[in-house]
């Protein structure tokens, strides 16, 4: 299974750009990699999810360089409320299906004033 | 609103009683999945049902199970209640298509006392 390791927790401060780094060095070729973010005592929420280059929504964006063993989610220009748990996941694709939604430790945001 | 609902939010009950969790999946959705939430813990996968079928189990213990409905409503039975067990019980439904995202509900907290 492809495993997945980001760091514990990251700070940051209101309005800079934070870059949360992923590695999944025995991702499969046909692998997704996605993002989640939860809240104390909320469900995960999903953010973005790509499978090469970059991934643009209206909250991130997602670089996944040519070799895929790592991701980058950055979020620009944080806010106190982007204060989160931040996962990361690969997402097994099984002829279109998807498995292995097994969630780390996740990174612990947190934005200060 | 994720479209996700589980009841109830909150439960508290003792050490060796049974309790059960319902979940309703998002609409259209056929996947249901159950993740396990300790204190500061990460996500623990359970178990996923695919359309009345199991289709993936994870670290669940023998005292816990589950099934899925023709109506796609999921129940997770807990018996034999432990301490240990206190935690927060998340339900997420997919269409299960690779590049899908889960959407979870906000949870049931159990409280075993």
């Known amino acids: 299974l492809a495993k997945t390791t980001q760091p514990i927790s990251m700070d940051s401060y209101e309005g800079q750009e934070v870059n949360i780094t992923c590695s999944h060095n025995?991702?499969?070729?046909?692998?997704?990699i996605t993002w989640y973010q939860q809240f104390p005592s909320q469900g995960p929420r999903f953010i973005i999810q790509?499978?090469?280059t970059k991934v643009t929504n209206e909250v991130a964006s997602l670089f996944i360089p040519a070799d895929r063993k790592s991701s980058t989610l950055s979020l620009p220009r944080v806010s106190l409320s982007d204060t989160a748990v931040y996962y990361c996941?690969?997402?097994?694709?099984?002829?279109?299906?998807?498995?292995?939604?097994?969630f780390g430790k996740g990174t612990k945001l947190s934005v200060k004033p | 609103d994720s479209g996700v609902t589980q009841t109830p939010k909150h439960l508290i009950t003792a050490t060796g009683q049974r309790v059960t969790l319902r979940c309703s999946p998002r609409?259209?959705?056929?996947?249901v999945y159950w993740y396990q939430q300790s204190l500061d813990q990460g996500l623990q996968f359970l178990i996923q049902y695919y359309n009345g079928e199991e289709r993936a189990k994870g670290n669940i213990l023998e005292r816990f199970s589950a099934q899925q409905f023709p109506d796609l409503h999921s129940e997770l039975n807990l018996s034999s209640l432990e301490l240990g067990d206190s935690a927060l019980y998340f339900c997420?439904?997919?269409?299960?298509?690779?590049?899908?995202?889960?959407?979870f509900g906000n949870g049931t907290r159990l409280t075993v006392t």
């Open positions: 997420a439904s997919s269409v299960e298509v690779v590049d899908s995202p889960l959407h």
């Open positions: 996941l690969v997402v097994l694709n099984y002829g279109g299906s998807q498995g292995n939604l097994i």
């Open positions: 609409s259209g959705d056929l996947s």
């Open positions: 790509g499978y090469k």
């Open positions: 025995n991702i499969a070729t046909n692998d997704y």
